[in-house]
């Protein structure tokens, strides 16, 4: 059953037709209206209905604002409503079109007319009965400025017969500032981007050790995209941070140092930590402080690391994530090659030149760029060979903070996923998902030779950069993968 509809619209009758007026006047351009009440309709007591708002009225170029005035004997009506206000905006024509009631017996009122001081300029115009014309001005300072019926209406303005109801104002708004937003000029960048094959080896089977790690957080200029820039926050002074690596059992000591000309405090949290704040809490550093502490690796995986400080998610976007794979004790099966990458998301205003950050596009959660390995095209300029038959092996990141990343390889099935970074094997995967702050590793031979594409499989987002390459050089595997022969193709 249908739900009846609320009687408020027909009690609020004159509100509707406020609102009514209100398109009408929006409609015209630039008048805020006036008008009397029934009631009072002897009285001349104007009563505000629609107030238009600057905002709505003054756009960034100049118009010509058109009103169609009627003189009556108390005053000036615009499509049988009293008028006593008109806005327009600094710079716009003002194109007046008097016309003056035609009543009988009222002849000495018949001739009406519009005088109007604007800074230096007086304007007039007049109209008799039955007559038009029309009185065009620039508005060419802003302020409030009466326009009355002047000695044109053939008696005094302020004489009882009426026409000393006969004025109103010009409002003349200032124009918001509009320039165009012009893009900073990029500045002196370097690569933030980390290559994929930048990382440390497998590690040598032995006992548990204690390892020494330093990491020094550093704000830096990178290029995101061909002629921007942006400041990066990063661990060493590439996207993702180092690859950290170590065996289950390994204690490390980590020193977190912010360099000295950093604006602002840094810290770590590392996923594969057992412990509060996985770091965050005991490493907070100010610019040119130090501050270390110590973790045992307690389970094997490949996990994210990342800065905790304050705006969490402005730091992590800025780039401050990597990778910390740690074994298992009997080590990770040997492959041919490993690869390092990571996505990540950035948030900037604007799309060219230096670009600040977007506190509105991250709580929107709607990056300007999704990217590997720091800036777009990074795996582009950066990417991998290998060859026909070896094994590969990807440890995959995901630095972003609102994007769930489907991982893929164009042209490639994943042999083994390691799910989510964990100890649980798939096999025989297409995409896998890897979450904001999570990780995983994938693993394949390479069959066939060429271009393979690393994308995130939401592919919207390869507009946005995210994508990669690796090439495999080697003898054509027709066994596996060809063309049909020219002739035969029906093409
Ligand atoms: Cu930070």
């Not at 054509?476 to 035969?488: F, K, L, R, S, V």
């Amino acid at each position: 059953m249908a739900e009846q509809q609320p009687v408020d619209e027909q009690a609020d009758g004159k509100g509707g037709m406020a609102l009514a007026l209100g398109a009408a006047v929006l409609g015209i351009g630039g008048l805020a209206y006036y008008i009397w009440n029934d009631s009072r309709a002897q009285l001349p007591e104007p009563t505000p209905i629609v107030a238009v708002a600057p905002e709505s009225v003054c756009g960034p170029e100049p118009a010509t604002r058109e009103f169609a005035l009627e003189a009556f004997q108390w005053g000036y009506r615009m499509d049988g409503q009293p008028v006593e206000r008109l806005e327009v905006c600094e710079g716009d024509t003002v194109r007046i079109a008097l016309s003056a009631e035609d009543y009988a017996n009222a002849t000495q009122h018949a001739l009406h007319g519009l005088g109007l001081q604007l800074g230096e300029q007086y304007y007039k115009v007049e109209a008799g009965p039955g007559e038009v014309n029309t009185l065009e001005f620039l508005a060419s300072e802003t302020g409030e400025f009466a326009f009355t019926c002047n000695a044109y209406c053939g008696i005094s303005a302020d004489s009882s017969h009426g026409h000393h109801t006969m004025r109103g104002v010009l409002e003349v708004l200032p124009r918001a500032a509009t320039e165009p937003e012009v893009a900073a000029p990029a500045l002196p960048a370097t690569d933030i981007a980390r290559d994929p094959l930048d990382m440390p080896g497998p590690l040598a089977s032995s006992g548990p050790q204690t390892l020494e790690v330093l990491l020094t957080t550093k704000e830096v200029v990178g290029s995101i995209a061909e002629g921007t820039t942006f400041e990066y926050w990063t661990f060493d002074g590439q996207v993702p941070g180092p690859m950290l690596r170590v065996r289950v059992g390994d204690t490390v000591n980590l020193t977190l140092s912010n360099d000295a000309a950093s604006k602002n405090p840094h810290s770590i949290d590392l996923h594969a930590v057992t412990g509060p704040g996985g770091g965050a809490v005991l490493t907070q550093v100010a610019p040119g402080e130090s501050k270390s502490f110590s973790f045992q690796a307690l389970n094997p995986g490949v996990y994210v690391y990342h800065c905790a400080s304050p705006v969490i998610p402005m730091h992590m976007t800025n780039g401050m994530y990597g990778l910390i794979v740690v074994e298992p004790k009997e080590g990770l099966p040997q492959v041919d090659h490993e690869f390092y990458v990571m996505q990540g998301e950035l948030y900037t205003a604007g799309t060219e030149g230096h670009q600040e950050f977007s506190t509105d596009r991250m709580l929107a959660e709607q990056p300007s760029y999704v990217v590997f390995n720091g800036r777009t095209g990074a795996l582009v300029d950066k990417a991998p060979r290998v060859s026909v038959g070896e094994t590969v092996r990807i440890y995959f990141g995901n630095g972003g903070i609102s994007d769930i990343s489907s991982f893929h390889v164009i042209g490639e099935i994943f042999d083994r996923v390691y799910h989510e970074g964990g100890s649980l094997v798939n096999e025989n995967v297409q995409t896998t998902l890897v979450p904001a702050g999570g990780a995983t590793i994938v693993e394949f031979t390479v069959d066939v030779p060429g271009r393979y594409i690393l994308v995130d499989h939401a592919l919207a987002r390869l507009g946005k950069g995210a994508a990669g390459f690796f090439y495999a050089d080697g003898e054509e595997q027709p066994d596996i993968y060809q063309g049909g022969p020219a002739d035969e193709s029906g093409h």
